[in-house]
């Protein structure tokens, strides 16, 4: 089953209510995409102790939240050196990518050159 592998900037978007990003997820939720990300990515966005980050909240119940293990840390590091960039949680975002999947971002230009160096063949998606 193919996955829509959500980044900072789509948590983000769904934390502020944006309804383009909100609509998105849902149709992609109709069309049997998993929702997925990882815990560093969570970690990026996610800032009330108290829980008042509502809609952040509800979606994280509906996503596929994986570990990032030492070696997804190893692959990372490789990954970053062969695109030229420099933010490790992106690279452990695209290494959530299988071929097919597609993953929501703020951050098109970087994905994509990640992307292209893990050469998972993601479609990636600005949001």
Do not use: F, Y
Request: some cysteine; overall charge neutral; charged content about 20%.
């Amino acid at each position: 089953m193919s996955a829509l592998i959500l980044d900072a900037g789509a948590l983000v978007a769904v934390d502020r209510d944006d309804r383009a990003t909100v609509a998105r997820l849902a149709a992609a939720q109709q069309h049997g995409l998993d929702l997925r990300s990882n815990a560093m990515v969570i970690a990026q966005v996610w800032r009330d102790r108290h829980g008042r980050q509502v809609n952040l909240a509800r979606l994280l119940r509906a996503v596929d939240v994986r570990a990032v293990t030492h070696q997804d840390g190893r692959n990372a590091g490789v990954l970053q050196a062969a695109a030229g960039t420099a933010d490790p949680i992106d690279a452990t975002v695209v290494l959530l990518a299988a071929p097919g999947d597609r993953i929501l971002t703020s951050d098109p230009i970087d994905l994509t050159r990640l992307a292209e160096a893990a050469g998972n063949r993601p479609v990636i998606v600005a949001c």
